[in-house]
Nanobody, 118 residues
């Protein structure tokens, strides 16, 4: 089965930046390369919401309105990795972030905490 490992979260001040990664390894890494990937987040007491997604060839991306102009999704299929560059972070971005194939969910990453606070 596809296994996704996330990294790059942490604590950052408002206006700061973080880059999240979502990487696949092993014999099933090709599944990441062959699928669109989505980033999702869940804040305390809130439901999970979609943040951004990118198609398999990186020719198409989309973002929820609240992160447009601040977040950039990208991928490096040679490294079996998808990234989410987050700039101009706001406290409202605080959440646990997850990655998965999209729109068909095959395997959730373990989640990584992003905390935006002064």
């Amino acid at each position: 089965q596809l296994q996704l490992v996330q990294s790059g979260g942490g604590l950052v001040q408002p206006g700061g930046s973080l880059r999240l990664s979502c990487a696949a390894s092993g014999e099933t890494a090709f599944i990441l390369r062959d699928n669109a990937i989505g980033w999702f987040r869940q804040a305390p007491g809130k439901g999970r919401e979609g943040v951004s997604c990118i198609d398999s060839s990186a020719t198409s991306t989309n973002y929820r309105d609240s992160v447009k102009g601040r977040f950039t999704i990208s991928r490096d299929n040679a490294r079996n990795t998808v990234y989410l560059q987050m700039n101009s972070l706001k406290p409202e971005d605080t959440a646990v972030y997850y990655c998965n194939t999209f729109p068909t969910y095959r395997s959730w990453g373990q989640g990584t905490q992003v905390t935006v606070s002064s």
